[in-house]
């Protein structure tokens, strides 16, 4: 038997788990489920740490982990949510951040160009380094000669392993995305683990695009696209443009990975809306398409696919909550999908 730790988490989080769990209780697997429901900015603010030894344990010992989402306006910028999400990759090194993203149905575009709507293509964002890893430092802060520096880090291993994380997930293609040109350093070390990764994958379709072009080309023909490869930052931004061309956060899944150690983390792209929580409005397939995701990760292809094919059909019969234009609730929505699948 496998089991799945869960994390609700805050805000929409746990509105959003809850018909995802249900989900994979009607898909018949044989899992059970660890929820870890005192993981949250509640315990953050009684312990001023929200994610223990303990429940590291029983993450690590676990097959996989779905993550609703963590988040709360009391918090702001404590580095509440960094401690939750950076222990959690940092930990467990999940250094591919796999962000799918697919037009489920033809009216969630925003492209006028009809022919260049159809967006079925994945961001591997590089996980644990880059602009995000948290080195840097400021001087004269607060004063009008204040400097801050962060550091872009960038390894020979963490950049070689993504980028032969992206060739392994490839249907078609795989593009670098980055910014040699006007970041010297760090992207000549991507240029070069390129050119070695590609000669590693001689079968594999390859281009290389700039960031700026890149989010330019997306915006205007996103068909272009098979598997992007990019560092943690330009993959952070370019994924919420990919987001928004397949139908918004509401839609978008994804998979922290780590290929060897094969543990995953799994969570919609989105965070916990306090402007929308305990309305019961949020979008639930962002979190059920990540969950399709995590089952798929389980080795259970034909019920991720069921679950795949169950959302598509939500959205084409428009049982959908009111981002995608629809009446329904997060708990209706997810009964919509639930319905498909049995
Ligand atoms: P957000 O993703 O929570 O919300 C952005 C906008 O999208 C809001 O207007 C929200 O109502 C809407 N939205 C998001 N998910 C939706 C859904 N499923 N259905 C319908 N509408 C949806 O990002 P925001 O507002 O910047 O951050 C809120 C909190 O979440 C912050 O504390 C932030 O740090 C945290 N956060 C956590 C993440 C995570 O747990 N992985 C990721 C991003 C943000
Ligand atoms: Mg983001």
């Not at 969630?108 to 840097?136: F, H, K, M, Q, W």
């Amino acid at each position: 038997m496998q089991r799945i730790t869960v994390i609700p988490g805050d805000g929409i989080g746990p509105e959003v788990v809850e018909p995802a769990l249900a989900l994979v209780q009607a898909l018949g697997l044989d899992v059970t489920l660890d929820v870890l429901d005192h993981v949250n900015a509640d315990a953050y603010l009684r312990n001023g740490s929200a994610l223990d030894a303990a429940d590291l344990d029983r993450i690590r010992s676990s097959d996989a982990t779905l993550l609703g989402a963590v988040g709360d306006p009391r918090l702001g910028d404590t580095g509440y949510v960094r401690s939750v999400l950076t222990t959690l990759r940092t930990e467990l090194d999940l250094y591919a951040n796999y962000r799918p993203a697919r037009l489920w149905h033809d009216r969630l575009s925003p492209l006028r160009d009809r022919a260049r709507r159809a967006i079925d293509c994945v961001i591997v964002r590089e996980n644990t380094e880059g602009l995000y890893s948290g080195i840097g430092g400021s001087t004269r802060t607060a004063s009008p000669e204040e400097v801050a520096v962060d550091l872009d880090v960038n390894t020979h291993r963490g950049v070689t392993r993504i980028i032969d994380f992206a060739f392994s997930v490839a249907r078609r293609s795989v593009c670098l995305v980055d910014k040699a040109n006007a970041v010297r350093h760090g992207g000549q070390l991507w240029q070069r683990c390129w050119r070695e990764a590609v000669e590693r994958h001689p079968h594999v379709a390859t281009s290389h695009l700039y960031a700026d072009a890149a989010a330019l080309r997306l915006a205007t023909d996103p068909t272009a696209f098979d598997v992007i490869v990019t560092n943690n930052s330009h993959g952070d931004i370019l994924s919420d443009l990919t987001a928004a061309l397949a139908g918004g956060l509401g839609m978008a899944a994804s998979a922290n990975l780590n290929a060897t150690t094969r543990q995953g983390l799994f969570e919609p792209v989105h965070g916990s809306a306090p402007d929308i929580a305990g309305r019961q409005v949020a979008n639930p397939f962002a979190a059920i398409l990540s969950t399709a995701l995590l089952v798929e990760h389980l080795g259970h292809r034909d019920a991720a696919e069921a679950v795949r094919r169950a959302v598509a059909a939500a959205v084409g019969a428009r049982r959908v909550t009111p981002d995608l234009g629809g009446r329904l609730s997060t708990k209706e929505a997810g009964a919509a999908v639930l319905a498909e699948v049995c």
